[in-house]
């Protein structure tokens, strides 16, 4: 595709259910990265992806957070047991290799918890 | 650590009037600095970029200037119009890594 592609749009799901997030990144980009914005707190980084390289993790919030990305394309975010402090949108993007801070947003997912 | 903070929000102004939203940095070493926007139902996107010194860094009319002695990377335009309604973020490069560093972002909103 154009553009950096996220499904779904919109998920709302019960307090203590798993759900998957997925993200198609721009054909070629090397990196993947995703941020959590929450409402009056901005961008939140949780983790990038760069090639084969060993993921930064360092901004996942909890062990209940956890991604993939299989064959330097898709990604998948996963959040098991989810609380109500997970609601927000999240944000995948992604950059070719040496883009030096130019990121290519997709529209997000807007999760909810109810 | 490496942190960005900017102006709060909302920002509300008339058409024609001109723009200043401040953004300060804390980093180690010399990052690159970004604005990005975010324009109602559309994704975030790149505004503009420094990545030195006392460039400046200019789009659509947008400016800002690197100052290291300030630690500041303020966004202007001389004369906003309704179409610049957004939320802009200011952003860091974590020298050395590929991790952008964002600020908690600024809503604008111009009359006309």
């Known amino acids: 595709g154009a553009g950096v592609s996220q499904s779904p749009s919109n998920k709302v799901t019960e307090k203590g259910k798993d759900v998957e997030l997925r993200c198609d990144p721009i054909s070629g980009h090397t990196a993947l990265y995703w941020y959590r914005q929450s409402l009056g707190q901005g961008l939140e980084f949780l983790i990038y992806f760069q090639g084969n390289s060993a993921p930064d993790k360092s901004g996942l919030p909890s062990d209940r957070f956890s991604a993939e990305r299989t064959g330097g394309s898709v990604s998948t975010l996963t959040i098991q047991r989810t609380q109500q402090e997970d609601s927000a949108v999240y944000l995948c993007?992604?950059?070719?290799?040496?883009?030096?801070?130019?990121?290519?947003f997709g529209s997000g997912t807007q999760l909810s918890v109810l | 650590g490496d942190s960005v903070t900017q102006m709060e929000g909302p920002v509300t102004l008339s058409e024609e009037a001109f723009l200043t939203i401040n953004c300060t940095y804390t980093a180690t070493g010399y990052p690159s600095l970004f604005w990005y926007v975010q324009y109602p139902g559309e994704g975030l996107q790149l505004l503009l970029k420094?990545?030195?010194?006392?460039d400046k860094g200019s789009n659509k009319g947008f400016e800002a200037t690197y100052r290291k002695e300030t630690t500041s990377f303020h966004l202007e335009k001389g004369s906003v119009q309704v179409s610049d309604s957004a939320v802009y973020f200011c952003a860091l490069l974590i020298q050395g890594a590929q991790k952008l560093v964002f600020g908690q972002g600024t809503r604008l909103t111009i009359n006309p």
């Open positions: 993007a992604s950059s070719p290799e040496g883009g030096n801070g130019k990121l290519f």
């Open positions: 420094a990545t030195k010194a006392d």
